[in-house]
């Protein structure tokens, strides 16, 4: 398995999508049903195999992340095979992060030397769906890139 299976829930939602997957093994309900209490093993294997489609599928449309906590803010941009960062590091007497007008705060405190802002890329030969996944563990969240273009935007002046 290449990256972790899907959950229940994410198995229930794709439940249609699923079905087409054992269609394409030629598994039918009737058969699906009997591979499930009668082969544990096969079933995991099945499970996995589409757990790991769904990753790779998921993992291909994903062009920004972001990870927040109080006094840090990490904005990746996922091209081909590079990664961008933008790192603003926060002391921890300066508000948190999580807080719904962090933003605004930031707009005003720049130049505050509390406030700390790197610039970084990798580049991935292998590709990035791997760095991606792990970023996701790591708590990263899809975003849709907003944050990330206004900062850029705002450090390339």
């Known amino acids: 398995m290449k990256y972790s299976r899907l959950t229940k829930e994410q198995f229930e939602s794709l439940h249609e999508e699923f079905t ?3 269609a394409a093994q030629s598994i039918d309900k ?7 209490t009668k082969h544990p093993e096969m079933t995991a294997a099945l499970l996995d195999d589409f757990s790991d489609g769904v990753w790779d ?9 972001e990870n927040r906590s109080d006094h840090h803010l990490f904005l990746f941009k996922c091209h081909e095979k ?11 007497d300066c508000p948190s992060m ?7 705060w930031l707009s005003q405190n720049w130049s505050d030397p509390r406030v700390s802002i790197f610039q970084s890329h990798k580049i991935f030969e292998q590709g ?5 996944f792990k970023l996701i563990r790591e708590g990263a969240i899809v975003s849709e ?13």
């Open 20 to 22: 087409l997957f054992l």
């Open 30 to 36: 009737k058969k699906w049903e009997k591979i499930k």
């Open 57 to 65: 599928q998921s993992l291909d449309k994903i062009t920004y992340l």
């Open 82 to 92: 590079q990664v961008d960062l933008i790192l603003i590091k926060l002391e921890q």
């Open 98 to 104: 999580l807080l719904k007008d962090y933003k605004k």
């Open 128 to 132: 990035l769906k791997n760095e991606k």
């Open 145 to 157: 890139g907003a944050t990330y273009e206004d900062f850029k935007s705002f450090l390339s002046k």
